[in-house]
């Protein structure tokens, strides 16, 4: 199967909208994707004809938003392959759910002296939050390093993990240099220590299938705005035998089984860790996307991607003075680059004029740019609606930038 | 010339770009013009926080006019800083208090000016407006 550039396109409405009167290029995919229209229009059937909070409603229209939230529950649980549905949590995105982790399971299993180890390529929120619980529970944290074509150092892994190793977190797809990272191997070796591990898989759900049973996978976290899907909806599935022991980590209703103001007991998985109203029209919204991507395959989505991240390397590599940052061998669908000579934020800035959205800076991944001596790159990030066309009036930007900048990168 | 006659030419100026590409290769122009600022002055005091690229503004003041200079690692915001220098540099403080920045908007550079775009155009001029209040109380003292 193939995809059918055209229909996908028509989907996506703002693919047509044109930025200071020129078509846009959207290659920003990575901060955020673009929202099919059957992923909006539920929302706003939704809305208009459903709309009612959730659980406990005695009403009609109670009864069919909570059967919608709790559908788009199942979706994810099958997407991912969860065990049982109660095991997919709902959050606000993948900043929310490692929070919840690093808080709760933190409370639960690490005190004074025990470690966290996470990897040099984390996303700001998958070294914050665990900096922060550090921090409380005067715990060490420590980082597994990467080589300079942006790949992790697994051969340091047995001297990383000790027997005071409580938690390891890594991502699945590095959003500052598209490494895959090779996570059944590094779960595998982790297991062989007692150490469970949280994937951030914000970057990857959209473009790989995730089997969280065969990964064996402890936790893994992800945001609905990158998989197609609204914002302000994400996912934290976690394994039942870890999420029954941790403590819930806000309060409030729906969490809630009994509550005396001497004594409150709380409702049981996945409630105990949704406190007050849900965002359930982005739960839906969510599960309409799912349904999308499923529809044309990831397996498809993934190939399709790679065709565009191998025509886009090739192109970029014949560009004088071009330089890449992360060039592992299994990489996803992004470009982050400096051309010598160029600011980031000057090449951001005149692509933007010519409608090409790009992203520029350190993509919240600060270390990766100290581990590197630079300040921040330009990132080009495709989808699978994005076009080889598309990627041809990048480079032609790419190149117009460089002649303007003409004296100064010779 | 007032802070208000050396706006009112750089609008002129403006207006005679065609297109954005214009525009924005008068402003690496600029920027590459621009002497910047000796690496002593590049500290950490002088910059100006919040931006995606570095800008460093060092003022004193001297004769009762404000002299400015200023610097950026990206040539675009170096650009837009040596048009604000242009408008401030040789004024007095109380000018530089009180004047009105209207030029900006009229050059179609008033997308740099929104918070979110982060290149620190707002911050650089509330730092250059912070030097007029700051050299104004030392001057009435």
Redesign the interface.
């Given at each position: 199967m193939t995809i059918d550039i055209n229909k996908i396109r028509h989907d996506f409405l703002i693919l047509s909208e044109k930025i200071?009167g020129k078509s846009l290029v959207y290659f920003d995919n990575a901060a955020t994707s673009q929202t099919p229209t059957q992923v909006t229009d539920v929302m706003l059937e939704y809305y208009n004809k459903y709309n009612s909070n959730i659980h406990r409603g005695v009403h009609y229209l109670s009864n069919k938003s909570t059967e919608g939230a709790e559908n788009a529950r199942i979706k994810v649980q099958k997407f991912i392959n969860a065990e049982h549905s109660h095991e997919v949590i709902f959050t606000r995105g993948t900043t929310e759910s490692v929070n919840l982790v690093a808080n709760s399971f933190g409370e639960c299993y690490i005190s004074e002296g025990d470690e966290v180890l996470v990897s040099e390529m984390e996303h700001h929120s998958n070294i914050v939050p665990w900096q922060m619980l550090c921090q409380r529970k005067k715990a060490i944290l420590k980082v597994l390093p990467f080589n300079d074509n942006g790949e992790l150092m697994l051969e340091k892994l047995p001297e990383l993990i000790t027997d005071r190793t409580k938690i390891l977190a890594v991502n699945h797809i590095s959003n500052a240099l598209g490494t895959t990272n090779p996570i059944k191997e590094i779960i595998d070796f982790a297991h062989s220590k007692n150490v469970p591990v949280l994937i951030d898989a914000a970057q990857s759900v959209q473009h790989k299938k995730i089997d969280v049973q065969a990964l064996d996978a402890d936790f893994l976290v992800f945001s609905g705005h990158k998989l197609y899907g609204p914002t302000g909806i994400g996912v934290l599935y976690g394994k039942e035998k870890y999420l029954n022991e941790m403590p819930p980590w806000q309060g409030g209703g729906e969490m809630i089984q009994e509550v005396t103001f001497e004594k409150t007991t709380y409702n049981e998985l996945p409630f105990k860790f949704e406190a007050g109203t849900p965002n359930y029209i982005a739960e839906i919204g969510l599960g309409a996307a799912i349904d999308y991507v499923e529809a044309i395959g990831l397996d498809v989505i993934d190939a399709y991607e790679q065709e565009l991240l191998d025509y886009a390397t090739e192109k970029f590599q014949a560009i004088p003075n071009m330089k890449i940052y992360g060039t592992a061998k299994h990489k996803s669908s992004l470009i982050s680059f400096l051309v010598e000579g160029?600011?980031?934020?000057?090449m951001g800035?005149?692509l933007d004029?010519m409608g090409i959205a790009v992203r520029?800076?350190t993509h919240c991944a600060e270390p990766v740019m100290t581990h590197f001596g630079i300040?921040?790159t330009v990132r080009a990030s495709f989808a699978f609606y994005n076009t080889k066309e598309e990627i041809d009036v990048l480079i032609a930007g790419i190149e117009?930038v460089c002649k303007?900048?003409g004296?100064?990168t010779v | 010339m007032t802070i208000k006659e050396i706006q009112e030419e750089i609008i002129e100026e403006f207006v005679g770009f065609d297109d954005w590409m214009d525009k924005y290769a008068y402003l690496i122009e600029l920027g590459t013009d621009l002497s910047g600022l000796e690496s002593q002055y590049q500290t950490d005091q002088n910059l100006i926080k919040g931006c995606q690229s570095k800008v460093w503004f060092n003022a004193k003041l001297e004769d009762g006019v404000v002299k400015i200079e200023a610097d950026s690692d990206a040539i675009i915001v170096k650009g837009i800083a040596a048009l604000l220098i242009r408008v401030f540099n040789n004024q007095t403080p109380e000018a530089i208090m009180n004047a009105d920045l209207h030029f900006i908007d009229e050059i179609g550079l008033k997308q740099h000016l929104s918070p979110t775009r982060s290149n620190g155009l707002v911050a650089m001029v509330k730092q250059i407006k912070m030097y007029g209040l700051a050299f104004n109380q030392k001057m009435n003292n």
């Open positions: 200071y160029i600011h980031f934020y000057d800035m005149l004029q520029t800076g300040e921040g117009k303007m900048f004296a100064k | -």
